[in-house]
């Protein structure tokens, strides 16, 4: 599989107003300019077109943080980290919308870890944040 264009924005509504063949072959010429000859056209077995804004449910690929939201944002981030059981009251949330990756999975895998690390303190338990590790390890 080759992803040939993750395009947004303007420039997306700009592509998607192309057939599914336009684009195709626009991304191929592309593809030949860079590296100065179509070095995969021929192999071109299936291709797939996806337009964010068109997918029902998908309200666009991304989440964007709007002025004013970093020091809330900064706020859901660290709040699994705030120092001793006592502090927070024990609900801890995850997601890409939880995290400085909003939109995409690896922010919200990396959320979801921090919630469940922080569960684990809470509960009197021990995680290995903040555990240095050695070479020998």
Known sequence: MICLSY?????A???NALSHEERLETSLRTLANIYGKDIISQQVEESISFYWEEAKGYNGAFKLTYPGQYEMQAELINQPFQPGPGNHNGVFLAGDAISWSGGWMEGAMHAGLNA?????????GKSQRGVSRTSTE
């Open 7 to 11: 395009t947004w924005e303007d420039s």
């Open 116 to 124: 469940a690390m922080a569960v684990i303190e809470r509960l009197g």
């Open 13 to 15: 509504a700009k592509f």
